[in-house]
């Protein structure tokens, strides 16, 4: 019986991959095994490549009146024999393990032997490619995980589609965009505008994104834009090709990106990051802030509760400050620049 785990540098999330253990005792293998014996990290290079029991550094323990035999060994009809241990080099870091294994006997089972180490030996080829599979599959899911969690903090609404118009990628500002259900909306036959005219024209700019993605002429990006039943301000709608095209399994592939703003969103940056970015003060970067979101100096003075001509002195210190002349190409820089990004 064979029981791998990777180390938690390489994954601190799911338990062990295991052979013949209840899923009780994999997901504690861990926990009983390193807590409850006086094992060191130093101990992994003895077993590093080649398979060796653990006795001959656990030799000094008794191992039947350890917890490890009484709470984890003994209910699984496991023999109180130390487990044999064979662990793979990680190639990326010196020192480091890249995944482990233990085989462990059955009650009534001998100790391991050195015919049975020879017999080991036939498998390691096949752990090797084992760890080096999970090593490539764990590295893309992290990737994955930390392009979403980037993509998730954009200001900008963004959809990919596959070639049947299905949404394969979905980040937070889009899923806000289609739960207010204002307009826009993504059913089986993927994104639509509640509007007749603005629908057309959002299908025809999908159909031909899809058609340039699958090789046709491409004449750039196509803009709508989508009018919303609340009088709120209009959806700014851009679709494209991802000209990368479709991997060899096509089917949910994106093929097609549909990027979405909403004018009305008023997302600026907080005092904090105007502070930092643009080296204002408190007081200089809370009055930006309010300007941001669209108030007149008269009504982000009165939120202050300051006088306009304290108002002036601000901006005209902010002017200062972030090379600007003029409110309008001051509240560009702010909700252009990249304190609009979520933090999470």
């Not at 191992?63 to 709470?71: C, G, Q, S, V």
């Not at 200001?155 to 937070?172: A, F, I, S, T, Y």
């Not at 039943?229 to 093929?255: I, K, N």
Request: glycine fraction near 10%; charged fraction near 20%; charge should be negative.
């Amino acid at each position: 019986m064979f029981l791998g785990f990777v180390t938690p540098s390489l994954n601190t999330d799911d338990s062990p991959y295991a052979v013949g253990l209840g899923d009780d005792y994999r997901t504690t293998f861990a926990e009983h095994f390193f807590t409850e014996l006086p094992w060191s990290i130093k101990m992994n290079d003895h077993f590093m490549g080649r398979w060796r029991t653990m006795d001959e550094v656990m030799g000094h323990v008794d191992l039947e009146k350890t917890e490890f035999y009484a709470n984890w060994l003994r209910p699984q009809g496991l023999a109180c024999h130390w487990p044999a241990g064979f662990n793979i080099a990680n190639p990326d870091v010196e020192g480091e393990v890249a995944g482990g294994f233990s085989a462990f006997r059955r009650e009534g089972q001998p100790p391991f032997t050195e015919a049975d180490f020879a017999g080991l030996e036939g498998l390691t080829p096949h752990l090797h490619r084992a760890v080096e599979i999970y090593r490539q599959l764990h590295g893309a899911d992290v990737m994955r995980r930390a392009l979403n969690e980037a993509v998730d903090r954009l200001p900008v609404g963004l959809l990919l589609l596959d070639v049947n118009r299905n949404v394969v990628v979905e980040n937070k500002s889009a899923r806000a965009i289609l739960e207010s259900d204002d307009g826009l909306h993504v059913d089986r036959h993927g994104p639509g505008a509640a509007e007749a005219r603005e629908n057309a024209e959002l299908q025809r700019l999908l159909a031909e994104a899809i058609e340039a993605q699958r090789g046709q002429y491409y004449n750039g990006p196509g803009f709508v834009s989508v009018s919303r039943p609340s009088g709120e301000r209009a959806y700014a709608v851009m679709v494209t090709p991802l000209l990368a095209g479709p991997g060899p399994q096509g089917g949910e592939d994106a093929v097609v990106a549909v990027f979405v703003t909403d004018p009305s969103a008023k997302i600026v940056a907080g005092s904090e990051a105007l502070e930092v970015l643009y080296q204002l003060t408190y007081s200089e970067a809370e009055l930006v802030r309010l300007l941001s979101l669209g108030m007149s100096l008269d009504e982000a003075a009165s939120q202050r509760g300051v006088s306009l001509n304290t108002a002036r002195s601000h901006l005209k210190r902010a002017f200062s400050k972030t090379g600007t002349n003029r409110q309008g190409e001051l509240v560009h820089l702010i909700v252009s620049g990249v304190g609009q990004i979520g933090e999470g």
